[in-house]
């Protein structure tokens, strides 16, 4: 078999470096809400997904890279981005989503770790392309509201998206107060008519 026959083996969907990828994601993930990020270890995350930590390291080249992509792949599976063409409705079942997935364990450990200052430079960048890459996710939601005409020209995406999921984030971390069923409409409606009063 020539190189080049083999390349399309080497690359086809579902393979076996598909497989590896999910197992390590998935193994980083119950690791880092186990263990939190403090504790959080190449050796732990290969023991569990069953591969060699060279395995690990060839591929992700460091821990914070493998925390970073452990946490861009849970939150854009468990926070999937709406296009219902409705704003309201948009805003809503983000806010949902977002505190369905921060109901859980690994929602849990995700935001805890994204809510880390660090004095560690590897850990910092992380936390700062986790944040900015959701937000480019997430901010497709305002800039299509904005381009049908729900929203004025020069809406502040990252502040509509800070004051739709402070509040959620808020609660889940601290405790102090639940997660009505009703919240996520509230705070839809509340950014709303905040974006459109200012305007």
């Known amino acids: 078999m020539t190189e080049e026959d083999a390349e399309p083996i080497r690359r086809r969907p579902g393979g076996r470096a598909a497989r590896?990828?999910?197992?390590?994601l998935?193994?980083?993930?119950e690791v880092l809400a186990?263990?939190?990020?403090?504790?959080?270890?190449?050796?732990?995350?290969?023991?569990?997904?069953?591969?060699?930590?060279?395995?690990?390291?060839?591929?992700?080249g460091t821990r914070e890279k493998l925390v970073l992509d452990a946490m861009l792949a849970g939150s854009t599976e468990g926070i999937p981005v709406p296009d219902t063409g409705d704003i309201r409705t948009d805003l809503a079942a983000f806010a949902r989503a977002l505190a369905d997935y921060l109901a859980t364990p690994t929602g849990r450990a995700v935001?805890?770790?994204?809510?880390?200052?660090?004095?560690?430079?590897?850990?910092?960048?992380?936390?700062?392309?986790?944040?900015?890459?959701?937000?480019?996710?997430?901010g497709a939601i305002v800039?299509?509201?904005v381009e049908r005409g729900e929203l004025p020209t020069g809406t502040d995406t990252g502040l509509a998206l800070e004051l739709l999921c402070s509040p959620?984030?808020?609660?889940?971390?601290?405790?102090?107060?639940?997660?009505?069923?009703?919240?996520?409409?509230?705070?839809?409606?509340?950014?709303?008519?905040?974006?459109?009063?200012?305007?």
């Open 20 to 24: 590896v990828r999910q197992a390590v």
């Open 26 to 29: 998935a193994a980083a993930l």
């Open 34 to 60: 186990e263990e939190g990020v403090a504790r959080f270890g190449i050796a732990a995350v290969a023991a569990r997904a069953g591969v060699n930590e060279t395995t690990v390291y060839r591929r992700w």
């Open 111 to 138: 935001a805890r770790a994204a809510a880390l200052s660090s004095d560690d430079p590897g850990l910092a960048e992380a936390w700062e392309t986790f944040w900015q890459s959701r937000l480019e996710l997430a």
């Open 143 to 145: 800039e299509r509201a």
């Open 168 to 199: 959620l984030q808020t609660r889940a971390l601290l405790g102090h107060r639940p997660i009505e069923p009703d919240l996520p409409e509230r705070l839809a409606d509340t950014v709303l008519d905040g974006l459109r009063g200012r305007a």
